[in-house]
């Protein structure tokens, strides 16, 4: 009997010690990404509730963290000091004090931040002061410091969940000399991505020793602008064609993804994107198993989650409430009249009241020949009646500035042949469209039913043309004379105005249209506002006090016999009226 009970013991002792080296840990992993101000259940702009926004997001959020407690992680992708008024009127107004950007992510206990393209374009006054105020790690690995070689933010941070180790490797899209002008990002370097990915992900496999390796990408997933060799969206390659992340989290694009790639190793890797405005979260759920403390199993999944209609976290709500107000009190305030309602929609058919006021104020303010403009919003509206500051960013979306450049007749004709011709079909019949039309892309924040991005399609003032839609790309567009009489000359010298994003040769207008190399464009600027478009189109309205837009009538597409019927045909696919 003695025996047999010596025996019970040393198994059940064997048992008991196999049992304790067996080990799983559960994680939970959340991104927000693109965020753009969408701090509230309010829209600033519009003056009426919203579904989404981070304070939606905090209940989803606490909610998890009930269960996971430290184990779970909650991460920003960047895009969060752009967007809603709330931004600006922390940017740019109330300076001195804490960003509202920063209040929120250490409110709601993010464990990293991930910087973006519309971050930096405050510029460094406005970034550096929110990296300082924000209570975790702001991660880009390909960010550089000019002065002295190396990244200018942390490339990575390392978490400890449950004896985990976790590796979080931030990078941003290099293209941001296609957007922003070098002032804003002055002694910095961007780095291509794939190349920059292999080196972090090395040092955090075989110098941290990481059990789970997470990146962190401000970029799009493919097929995105390419500015020397080096891609704006390249997520996808970096999960291919670098081997080790076993989670990249994403942003940039507005477009919502979750797929598996396959790396060149083999490995599948968790590729998740949340789209924009805190309407949704990427959500990754992990298991990790480790026998006699070596790791042997790694369970992912992966979600995108709507917030869009989970309870609004009253507590952070009464937290920021008197934010809330202030930034009301703001938009609320007046500051003129129109007499009558302009709307974007009418933009994309030809002369419109809406892009013409904003046309007018450019080349009043600038005093330039010609003026540049695009539809930065694909349907917004400004009612006749008192003007607000919630109305300025209906009228300008972004805190673009004004530039002036000195162009030839033959560029401008270039550039906007490149417009149009993302713009409008070449039509074969009366029956056909008008427009680039994809009903696939009405989801899509940026294209909204186009082929391409809406806020690249430029027209004019300052000169009289027609767009032709039967003729080939290339050759739609005929200028007739300026619009002040005098003719049109192709090698004439022209002061252009437009703002900032296409002056440094946002949308490759500029540069394909026009066919100035990008390396000279900075030469080509002959005046750069120091404050925003918007702030001057708001002197402009204060200064006039009644403004009555007017639609102009400068250009318009031919034959009209073909393009008015398949103008209000394309108006009712894309508007549904």
Known sequence: MKRILSIGMMMLCLTTNAMAQTKTVNLRIIETSDVHGYFFPYDFVERKPLDGTLMRVSTYVDRLRKEYGDNLLLIDNGDILQGQPTCYWSNFVMTKDENISAKMVNYMRYDAEGI??????????????????????????????????????????????????????????????????????????????????????????????????????????????????????????????????????????????????????????????????????????????????RLTKKDIKGDIVSVRKEPVDEQMQAYFQQDFERIKKYVDRKIGHFDNTVSTRDCFFGNSAFIDFIHSLQLRISGADVSFDAPLAFDSKIEAGDVTMADMFKLYRFENKLYVLNMTGREIQGHLEESYDRWVNTMKSPSDHLLLLNDNSKNDQQRTGFVNYTFNFDSASGIDYEVDVTKPNGQKVRILRMSNGEPFQPDKMYKVVMNSYRGNGGGDLLIKGAGIPKEQLNSRIVYQSPLDLRHYLTQEIERQGNVHPEKGSNWKFVPEEWTVPAAQHDYQQLFGE
Request: with cysteine; proline share 4%; aromatic share 8%.
């Open 116 to 293: 973006g393209n519309h971050d930096l374009e405050p510029g460094h006054t406005v970034y550096d002061k929110w990296i300082s105020e924000v209570n975790c790690p702001v991660l880009s690995a390909n960010v550089i410091d000019t002065k002295t070689g190396k990244p200018y933010l942390k490339p990575y941070e390392i978490f400890v969940r449950d004896g985990v180790k976790i590796a979080v490797i931030g990078m941003l899209t290099p293209t941001i000399a296609c957007w922003l002008n070098e002032k804003t990002w002055e002694g910095l370097a961007f780095e291509e991505m794939v190349s920059s990915a292999k080196k972090w992900v090395k040092q955090v496999r075989e110098v941290e020793q990481a059990d789970l390796v997470i990146g962190l990408f401000h970029s799009g997933k493919e097929n995105g602008l390419v500015l020397n060799g080096m891609e704006e969206d390249a997520t996808a390659r970096v999960a291919r064609e670098v081997p080790g992340f076993d989670i990249i989290f994403y942003g940039h694009d507005h477009q919502v993804h979750n797929e598996w790639i396959k790396n060149t190793e083999g490995h599948d890797v968790l590729t998740l994107d949340p789209s924009c405005w805190a309407r949704n979260v990427a959500d990754a759920q992990v298991s990790l198993t480790y026998e006699n403390g």
